[in-house]
């Protein structure tokens, strides 16, 4: 009966030691209808989505309006035209709430959503040569 009541207390032990690990990284994340939020880009590495273009591409782009919520971990956005290719209801995982910063707002214009889903950087001007 000891040997028993011995393993019960080592499995709580990992389980709260665990938990504790996994609650470090868990955010609580709730979203209101008319929130802004950014959507992001390529949410899985190894998938192109808007092109691979390492550290420097894309996290975020957006901001976009959240029109409804389905279910309790989906929200349906309001996409522009430019996006009429991608499904508008996203995990609430792929998306962060817009704090109104627009330095770091990428602006939609720039970037051409192909049906590959991907695009192509142009540049804008040339700087030296």
């Not at 995982?93 to 214009?109: F, Q």
Request: hydrophobic residues 40%; contains cysteine.
């Amino acid at each position: 009966m000891e040997k028993v009541q011995l393993i019960r207390d080592r499995l709580k032990t990992a389980h709260s030691g665990q938990k504790s690990y996994a609650d470090v990284r868990r955010r609580e994340l709730e979203f209101q209808v008319n929130n802004w939020v950014f959507l992001k880009v390529s949410p899985m590495k190894k998938v192109m989505r808007f092109g691979n273009k390492g550290k420097l591409s894309p996290r975020y782009v957006g901001y976009f309006k959240i029109l409804k919520r389905v279910g309790k971990v989906a929200h349906e956005s309001e996409l522009p035209a430019e996006l009429v290719a991608v499904y508008p209801v996203f995990h609430i995982s792929l998306l962060k709430k817009c704090v109104g910063d627009p330095v770091s707002i990428v602006p939609l214009e720039n970037v051409v959503v192909k049906n590959s889903f991907t695009f192509e950087d142009v540049p804008v001007e040339i700087l030296d040569c």
